[in-house]
């Protein structure tokens, strides 16, 4: 499925190979690190603007707080020009990841088991594979090559924003045709791009609350997948080459040995008797993010978006559950959708000013998020 809907352009699903170390080198070198210090007013942008739109519409605050990371990844990637731009590409993401999520649900695809039923016609019965592919294909190529020209573009007429896109096309453009790299940079591109959806520094999550948050709703319960690529063996079990592991990080996040009481909500269990954070706690970042060499590698990019998002928020905004639209009292809780990336079930509804001063404030933040054209 991933092949028929051209989701193999993902370098998260790539096997381990020289394509896989170009592309994760390049974004080591854009997304991680000193690079990420560039970054930080988009990111400021698009949160102000986020405070922004919630004072003014508070219950929808899931909707702006979801369209931070993805704003600032387009916009650090391809410095899209203005909010229509940048939401015309995220819709686009959104629509890819649509089918990603669904894919990704082991046995949801006949095709999977039985290879041959990826070859009958969309309009014949079985053709739910094709069917589907037909649907996505067109919108992943698009969300790949629509972006990356649209920088080109700019390019050309000497309109170019500062981007990443800008700074590896100029890396790698002769003055004469493409080259083949410089055509496979346009998937590198958007690879890159897509991947993940939050984040900013790798300085101190150092509070409690925060963590006790990560370790309690992983958005990636099961990770990512991967293909074991020789025979192994793990506490006597016997491991054939070619398995498929699926890491269970939720159930790491929930171990009682690690986390007493893991289902009630308790930041304090991070805090040791001298109240600084306790190292001797396991850090669910060291699973929330994966494993080994294929580890997040956005996840300092996501850790200080995220920290950026929650302070903002919490400085200024009482948070309350409030009531739905019929007026009935909103619950809490920890439910999530059951796609391989999941968002919780229910959310606030009141986010309240904490003062006049407060509200002041943020109606004169600054966040035009137009750039000159
Ligand atoms: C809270 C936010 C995020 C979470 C929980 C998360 C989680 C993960 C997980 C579990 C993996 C698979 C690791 C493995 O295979 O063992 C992964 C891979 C990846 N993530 Fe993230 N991620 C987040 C944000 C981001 C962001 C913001 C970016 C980009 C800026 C990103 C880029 C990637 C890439 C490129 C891979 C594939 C790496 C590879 O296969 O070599 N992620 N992420």
Redesign the pocket.
């Given at each position: 499925m991933v092949k028929l809907t051209a989701w193999d352009w993902a370098?998260?699903i790539?096997p381990y190979n020289e394509r896989?170390r170009t592309l994760?080198r390049h974004?080591h070198e854009h997304?991680t690190g000193p690079a990420l210090l560039h970054y930080q007013p988009v990111q400021l942008q698009e949160v102000r603007g986020m405070l922004q739109d919630v004072l003014n519409n508070p219950t929808d605050t899931r909707r702006y707080i979801r369209r931070v990371?993805g704003a600032t990844?387009i916009r650090v990637t391809y410095g899209a020009r203005n909010e229509t731009q940048t939401q015309e590409y995220i819709d686009l993401a959104e629509k890819a990841l649509e089918a990603g999520k669904k894919m990704a649900i082991p046995g949801a695809f006949y095709a999977e088991a039985i290879p041959l039923l990826k070859y009958i016609p969309a309009w014949l019965p079985g053709g739910y594979a094709r069917k589907f592919a037909a649907v996505y294909r067109p919108v992943l190529k698009q969300m790949i090559h629509k972006p990356y020209d649209e920088v080109k573009d700019a390019m050309a007429s000497g309109r170019e924003l500062p981007s990443v896109a800008y700074n590896l096309i100029s890396q790698f453009q002769s003055d004469s045709e493409p080259t083949p790299e410089e055509d496979s940079i346009t998937r590198d591109v958007t690879a890159?791009a897509y991947?993940?959806?939050?984040?900013t520094t790798t300085a101190a999550i150092e509070f409690a609350g925060y963590l006790e948050t990560l370790r309690s709703f992983?958005?990636?319960p099961l990770?990512?997948p991967?293909t074991v690529t020789e025979d192994d063996e793990y506490q006597g079990f016997r491991i054939p080459k070619d398995t498929t592991i699926i890491?269970n990080?939720w159930a790491m996040l929930n171990d009682p040995e690690d986390y007493p009481d893991p289902f009630s909500f308790k930041p304090e269990r991070f805090v040791g008797d001298d109240g600084q954070i306790n190292p001797a706690v396991r850090n669910p970042r060291d699973y929330?993010?994966?494993?080994?060499r294929?580890?997040?590698?956005?996840?300092e990019?996501?850790i200080a978006l995220?920290e950026l998002t929650v302070a903002s928020l919490l400085h200024v905004f009482d948070i309350e559950a409030g009531a739905d639209e019929r007026g009935v009292p909103v619950s809490l809780t920890t439910e999530r959708g059951n796609e391989a990336i999941c968002y919780p079930e229910t959310f606030p509804r009141v986010f309240k000013p904490r003062s006049v001063e407060a509200e002041k404030m943020i109606q004169a933040l600054e966040h035009d998020q137009t750039l000159a054209d």
């Open positions: 370098f998260s790539m896989w994760r974004f997304y990371p990844i890159m991947v993940g959806a939050v984040d992983p958005i990636t990770a990512v991967h890491p990080v929330l993010f994966g494993f080994g294929r580890v997040c590698p956005g996840s990019f996501a995220t």
